[in-house]
């Protein structure tokens, strides 16, 4: 069992930037693949960024370039640097992790409960 708490939204203007963090409890392991997903209002859950257990990453299209994951597993900790920020990246931020799956996909068997990213234009 895994379990997963994010913080660190919050409220910003577009253009600026947030760090999102992950702490990881229980049994957390370097085979993991973890990663953060998003959900706005009205819309379905989509992946964001993703790390494997061999710190290999991707990246959703629309993030390219702006956000960086990142992972300190001294502190079983995932973070999500987020730069320029967008009023379209408004959303329910939430990270995931799973023994098998790493995808982009939500087919991610342990879930947080999210911390929520607001950006005015």
């Known amino acids: 069992q895994v379990q997963l708490v994010e913080s660190g939204g919050g409220s910003v203007q577009a253009g600026g930037s947030l760090r999102l963090s992950c702490a990881a409890f229980g049994d957390w392991y370097r085979t993991y693949c973890i990663g953060w997903f998003r959900q706005a209002p009205g819309k379905e859950r989509e992946g964001v960024a993703r790390i494997d257990s061999d710190g290999i990453t991707s990246y959703a299209d629309s993030v390219k370039g702006r956000f960086t994951i990142s992972e300190d597993n001294a502190k079983n900790t995932l973070y999500l640097q987020m730069n320029s920020l967008e009023p379209e990246d408004t959303a329910m931020y939430y990270c995931?992790?799973?023994?098998?799956?790493?995808?982009?996909?939500?087919?991610?068997?342990?879930w947080g409960q999210g911390t929520q990213v607001a950006v005015s234009s």
């Open positions: 995931a992790a799973d023994y098998n799956y790493c995808g982009l996909g939500t087919e991610y068997n342990y």
